[in-house]
């Protein structure tokens, strides 16, 4: 088979990509190792996925946000930072940038079961489900990928949207800056007593990080960084002593608070791809950029990659000239990285002051809270940045 483009992975990051590059006289094939059914009705994963204005503009742009029903979205107003027992918070209002939120929430759940609707009704979208890689190579002029099935697709081009842990990337010779923060995330769903005014918060602890994403009536997406070995130990507990421990983490801020979803560990490891594309080859998503999620970047990011490949893409076609030549793709390169570096670099810079509880980072920590929090410009800047579209 030898379509235009092959992409490997259905997640959020490649259905997007397919979604856009549908409908311009390309055939796309994108290959998924979970079966389809796994794509038409993703299970809960406890992902809450902030997403920004621009991001909310190019889902609308492809017809995903008019799938999602409006109790599956849920608007994040303001925002609040605190560093340790004290209740000072460093806050970031939307109307700081002129706006009635910063963003909004949706499960990636959601957003997973949407892309793949769009998805299907691309006649030029073709999904190869329960099939993964076995060989790539690449020679002058081509891409050829070997499927465990046997069969093999020769595209114009492959884009690699597998995670952060890309084994794509990997048959590609593309190496990555990981970082392993030693940590894991662990997520679910929480109905609490008291209102949440629609306020995520960001919550530095000593030997602790807590976030609070607010969701639709009295319920939140609670967020809690710990060494693995205690997530799993709090993921083990029953329902009821998960509760109280949370209420005590909490410091019962939020009331009483109840379980009412699966809880969901993740492992914290951000990637930075050494380079975004190869011979015939381009990286998007997570394979990309995998963010650390405390500035709930990593979707987002995936979204400004697919508008800058899809871009480049759509203009090399439209002048008739090939889609996996190296102009285009440096373009995207050089783009992504303009768009993601700078914020993948602070990110993990505010990990490791705010995770750090030797006495001179605590003192640091509140500092900077209340130095920021003194600096207008900077918080505009920030709430600019979330409210801005496309
Ligand atoms: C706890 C948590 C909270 C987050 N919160 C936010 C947030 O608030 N805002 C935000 O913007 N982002 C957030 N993110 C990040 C966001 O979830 C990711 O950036 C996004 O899901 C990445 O999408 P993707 O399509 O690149 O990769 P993935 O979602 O990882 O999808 C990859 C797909 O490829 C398939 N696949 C993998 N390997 C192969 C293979 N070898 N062959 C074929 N198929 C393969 C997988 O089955 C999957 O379908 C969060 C992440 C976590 C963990």
């Known amino acids: ?22 409908g311009h006289g390309l055939s796309i094939v994108v290959l998924e190792r979970q079966a389809e059914q796994a794509l038409a009705e993703p299970a809960f994963d406890g992902r809450e996925i902030a997403l920004t204005h621009g991001s909310q503009t190019l889902l609308e742009r492809l017809g995903l946000w008019a799938r999602l029903p409006s109790k599956e979205v849920a608007v994040l107003r303001d925002a609040q930072v605190f560093n340790g027992p004290s209740l000072f918070a460093l806050k970031i209002r939307a109307e700081q940038a002129g706006a009635e939120h910063l963003g ?37 002029g ?22 952060r842990f890309s084994e794509t990337r990997r048959q590609l010779g593309i190496g990555a800056q990981l970082k392993d923060f030693g940590k894991s995330m662990l997520v679910c769903r929480m109905q609490h007593e008291r209102e949440h005014q629609q ?63 699966s809880r969901h560990a993740y492992p914290l490891v951000g990637a930075y791809a050494r380079r975004m594309v190869g011979h ?49 793709l440096a373009r995207y390169e050089r783009q992504l990285r303009l768009a993601t570096w700078p914020l993948y670099q602070a990110t993990n810079l505010l990990v490791e002051l705010y995770t750090n509880d030797q006495l001179p980072a605590r003192l640091l920590r509140g500092a900077g809270l209340r130095v920021a929090q003194g600096l207008l410009p900077l918080k505009k800047g920030i709430a600019r940045h979330l409210t801005a579209r496309a």
Not at 3 to 21: E, F, N, S, Y
Not at 299 to 323: E, Y
């Open 142 to 163: 081509e891409v050829k990928l070997v499927l465990h099935d046997g069969q093999v697709l020769q595209p114009r081009l492959l884009v690699a949207a597998d995670s």
């Open 1 to 22: 088979m030898s379509p235009d483009i092959v992409i490997v992975g259905a997640g959020p990051a490649g259905l997007c990509l397919a979604r856009t590059l549908s």
């Open 280 to 328: 015939r080859c381009a990286l998007l998503g997570d394979a990309a950029v995998g963010m650390h999620p405390v500035t709930a970047h990593g979707f987002n990011f995936g979204l400004i990659g697919v508008q800058l490949l899809s871009d480049a893409l759509l203009a090399t076609h439209g002048k008739r000239r090939d889609i996996g030549a190296p102009a285009p």
């Open 104 to 140: 909004h929430l949706v499960a990636n759940q959601a957003i997973r079961r949407t892309a793949y609707q769009a998805v299907s009704d691309c006649a030029d979208v073709q999904l190869l489900c329960d099939a993964s890689v076995r060989t790539i190579e690449q020679r002058a």
């Open 199 to 261: 306020i995520a918060w960001e919550w530095f602890g000593y030997g602790q990080t807590l976030a609070l994403l607010p969701l639709n009536g009295r319920q939140s997406s609670t967020v809690l960084t710990l060494p693995p070995r205690e997530i799993e130990r709090l993921q083990k507990l029953d329902e009821a002593s998960f509760a109280r421990e949370m209420e005590r983490r909490f410091e019962r801020r939020l009331g009483a608070m109840q379980l009412v979803s």
